[in-house]
C-alpha cells in the first residue's frame, strides 16, 4: 500500500486538491488520504463545498506522497510550525514531494524548496522567489523528488506525471484516458502571455486584494 497524503485546510481550492485525487486515487495500489491539523470538514474559499479530512497531522507522519493545494487558506499555514514541522518531517522521508498552485508558498516557507527550481500560479511567482525558491514558468517543475505544478488546473498534468514516475506510463496513460482527460478549452486565454492585459490587470488586482485580506 503506498500512502499519499493530501493537506487540506479551510479556504484551499477544491480543483487543488481534487484534481490530483482524481488522479492517484487510480493507481494501483494507492491509498489516498486527506490529512489536516485536525480531522473533519474544511470549507474550500468559495465557503459551498466541504471536503473530509479523515486523519490528523499527527496520525499519519510518514507519506510517501505528499501534495500541498493552494487556496488563500493556506497563508495562515506558512506560519504555523506545527504545519512546518509535519512537511519537513514528512519531506525527509517522502518518496515524492509535491505542490499546486499556491501550495508551493507553504513548501518555501518550511524551507524544502530553498534553492529549489519550481512553480505557483503566474501572480504568485515573486513571492515564490522571495521564500528562496527559483520560479520557473512551467506548468509542472521537477526538481529531485520534488514536483511543483502551476495554478489550480495544472494539478492533473502534475498527477498524470507523477503516475507515470510511480507506476508507468502505460498506468499514466491509462488513468488519462479514464478520466478522459483532453483539453480543449473554448478560449485561449489560460496563460498570462495569451490572454488579453486587461484580463491580465483584472486577476492581478485580484489576487492582490486576496493577498491584503490574508494579511
Known sequence: ?????????????????????????????AEVRFVAKEAGPKRTDTGFLGLEADVALADLAEPEVLVVPGGKGNRPLMDDSEVLDWLRAAHESSTWTTSVCTGALVLAASGI?????????????????ELGAEPVGERVVEDGKILTAAGVSSGIDM??????????????????????????PPFDTGAPHKAPQELVDLIRSSESEARKTAQ
Open 113 to 129: 524548496l530553498a534553492g529549489k527550481r519550481a512553480t505557483t500560479h503566474w501572480a504568485y511567482m515573486d513571492r515564490l522567489m
Open 1 to 29: 500500500m503506498m500512502r499519499i497524503a493530501i493537506l487540506i485546510f479551510d479556504g484551499l481550492t477544491a480543483l487543488d486538491a481534487i484534481g490530483p485525487y482524481e488522479v492517484l486515487s487510480r493507481i494501483p495500489g
Open 159 to 184: 498527477a498524470l506525471t507523477l503516475a507515470a514516475r510511480l507506476a508507468g506510463e502505460r498506468v499514466a496513460q491509462a488513468i488519462q484516458l479514464g478520466i478522459e482527460y483532453d483539453p480543449d
